[in-house]
């Protein structure tokens, strides 16, 4: 078992997920939070299958994640 941290986004036409200190790229989606975590987890086991065990050792580990708000001139 390894804990990652996921972060769910709310969008208009439904939720999408992605794991932070992963090697590669995982997305998951869904209607609900609940879904699109579900989504995303099963997505996240399909990698470290296709890809090893390797893909879950990043270095050096996230220990927290923030949102924030920026305005931007463009």
């Known amino acids: 078992m390894k804990q990652l ?3 769910v986004e709310k969008h208009p ?3 999408v997920a992605y794991p932070l200190g992963l090697k590669g790229v ?3 989606q869904g209607d609900s ?9 099963s997505a996240i086991r399909f990698h470290v299958e ?15 994640a923030f949102i924030a ?6």
Do not use: N, Q, T
């Open 13 to 15: 036409d439904g939720y």
């Open 5 to 7: 941290k996921i972060i």
């Open 69 to 74: 708000e920026a305005m931007i001139e463009v």
């Open 33 to 41: 939070y609940e879904d699109a975590l579900s989504d995303v987890k």
């Open 50 to 64: 296709s890809f090893g065990k390797a893909v879950l050792d990043v270095d050096p580990p996230i220990l927290e």
């Open 26 to 28: 995982v997305v998951g």
